[in-house]
């Protein structure tokens, strides 16, 4: 599976924004599909996965119940509502691709090249 992410950008404080993740490939459909983001300096952190059945997990401490995760299978397509965003949520932000719904890295198979969110003060 390929990933493509996009939807970054310059938001002020307070302001939402919407991320997306396209995938291609013949069983895109069938993966567990998250979020995560990186600060420079900091290692890569989990924000929200989704199952492909639309179950769904979400970092707590990152997301705080501003974000929402969400996919549309017919489109391979998965998104991150991203609202009252602070300067804190300042990121690039990755999408994966893997078999199970978990917090940490490594379990994941493919990434997408990441899509930038500046968020200003």
């Known amino acids: 599976v390929q990933l493509q992410a996009s939807g970054g950008g310059l938001v002020q404080a307070g302001s939402s924004l919407r991320l997306s993740c396209a995938a291609s490939?013949?069983?895109?459909?069938?993966?567990?599909l998250a979020w995560f983001r990186q600060v420079p300096g900091k290692g890569r952190e989990f924000v929200a996965g989704?199952?492909?059945?639309?179950?769904?997990?979400y970092n707590p401490d990152s997301v705080k119940a501003r974000f929402i995760i969400s996919r549309d299978n017919a489109k391979n397509t998965m998104y991150l509502q991203m609202n009252s965003l602070g300067p804190e949520d300042t990121a690039v932000y990755y999408c994966?691709?893997?078999?199970?719904?978990?917090?940490?890295?490594?379990?994941?198979?493919?990434w997408g090249q990441g899509t930038l969110v500046t968020v200003s003060s």
């Open positions: 994966a691709a893997g078999q199970y719904l978990v917090t940490t890295i490594s379990p994941y198979l493919a």
């Open positions: 490939g013949r069983t895109a459909s069938s993966y567990i």
């Open positions: 989704i199952h492909w059945n639309g179950g769904t997990l």
